[in-house]
């Protein structure tokens, strides 16, 4: 198993565009979760679901959403970017979901935005 | 509100000393806690779990509910210890809060 994959690896985007992040989880996960992490931060929790239904949400403006499909990939959608969405952006999958599961991150996508 | 608190940025130790990596949380309930760790151009990767009790590559920590605390300890730095760490709380599905991260400097 090849573990958690994310694509694109990296991303240039300029203010205003608009950017699909894409995430496969684990075989056998159907939990995926979002976390944006600025330079020098910890990563912060943007989203999570599980079973295609969305279970979380971070402190994020209505710019970011997400969605996860019947076979439990997920994408995350930023529009109108702002210089202040570049970031790391990682996708992590645990099986169930819930509080006292492990989560496996992806390697992450890194936007850039000019 | 779940909140994670790494008080150093760095800590550079040398190779055989011991190491302390300190984490403090807030959480009115009962937290899952965690550590992860990130090696040069790895990705992020669970390193040990409060629950399991386990001590995983000579680190343990030990959950501190008076103190709200979850040190990361090693009694022997390694060289390969060298990484980014970060602490993280799970209280509410499985949302994690994660502290700033604290890099680890082993020297010779």
């Known amino acids: 198993d090849a573990g958690v994959t994310q694509s694109p690896t990296h991303l240039i985007k300029t203010r205003g565009q608009h950017v699909t992040l894409r995430c496969s989880p684990i075989?056998?996960?159907?939990?995926v979760s979002w976390y944006q992490q600025v330079l020098g931060q910890g990563p912060q929790f943007i989203f999570q679901?599980?079973?295609?239904?969305?279970?979380g949400r971070g402190n994020f403006p209505d710019r970011f959403s997400a969605r996860q499909f019947p076979n439990y990939s997920s994408e995350l959608n930023v529009n109108a970017l702002l210089l202040g969405d570049s970031a790391l952006y990682l996708c992590?999958?645990?099986?169930?979901?819930?509080?006292?599961?492990?989560?496996?991150f992806g390697p992450g996508t890194r936007l850039t935005v000019l | 509100a779940q909140r994670v608190t790494q008080p150093e940025k760095l800590l550079s130790v040398f190779k055989g000393a011991p190491v302390e990596l300190k984490c403090n949380y807030s959480?009115?309930?009962?937290?899952?806690l965690f550590w992860y760790v990130q090696y040069s151009r790895q990705r992020l990767q669970l390193l040990l779990r409060h629950i399991s009790r386990e001590s995983i590559k000579g680190f343990t920590a030990d959950l501190n509910k008076g103190e709200t605390s979850f040190h990361l300890k090693k009694p022997f730095a390694q060289e390969e210890d060298s990484a980014m760490y970060y602490c993280?709380?799970?209280?509410?599905?499985?949302?994690?809060?994660f502290g700033t991260g604290t890099r680890l400097q082993v020297t010779l």
């Open positions: 992590a999958s645990s099986p169930t979901g819930l509080f006292s599961d492990t989560q496996y």
């Open positions: 679901y599980y079973e295609k239904e969305e279970r």
């Open positions: 959480y009115s309930g009962s937290p899952e």
């Open positions: 075989s056998g996960h159907k939990s």
């Open positions: 993280a709380l799970s209280g509410t599905a499985s949302k994690l809060t």
